[in-house]
């Protein structure tokens, strides 16, 4: 069976950290690229960062920048997002996806989406 699970959501408080997994089955993810991507209500897909294939090189944008991490693990064909500082304004489904590259990482509808996991819930909430 061909699976990405996200796992690692719950209810955070503002300040605080999380850290999410993103763990493939039935394939090889370190053949991947792998982005990162959040949904929140009333706004669109947004796609926030991504991990190469090759060298492992990160990439993220504006507003997590310096606050989350990516990480991969391919011999547990795992990657990972660590997330501190967590704003409300983080509140979202987290997705991870699969691409060849990391070229399109901004926009869902461009990367390649080989696989894509269900997502988990981040609440960043008192």
């Known amino acids: 069976q061909v699976q990405l699970v996200e796992s690692g959501g719950g209810l955070v408080q503002p300040g605080g950290s999380l850290r999410l997994s993103c763990a493939a089955s039935g394939f090889t993810l370190g053949d991947y690229a792998i982005g990162w991507f959040r949904e929140a209500p009333g706004k669109e897909r947004e796609g926030f960062g991504c991990?190469?294939?090759?060298?492992?090189?990160?990439y993220y944008t504006m507003p997590v920048k310096g606050r989350f991490t990516i990480s991969r693990d391919n011999a547990k064909n795992t990657a990972y997002l660590q997330m501190n500082n967590l704003k409300p304004d983080d509140t979202a489904v987290y997705h991870c996806?699969?691409?060849?590259?990391?070229?399109?990482?901004?926009?869902?509808?461009?990367?390649?989406?080989?696989?894509w996991g269900k997502g988990t819930l981040v609440n960043v909430s008192l």
């Open positions: 991990i190469s294939k090759a060298d492992a090189t990160t």
């Open positions: 996806a699969t691409d060849s590259n990391c070229h399109h990482y901004e926009d869902y509808t461009q990367f390649g989406m080989d696989y």
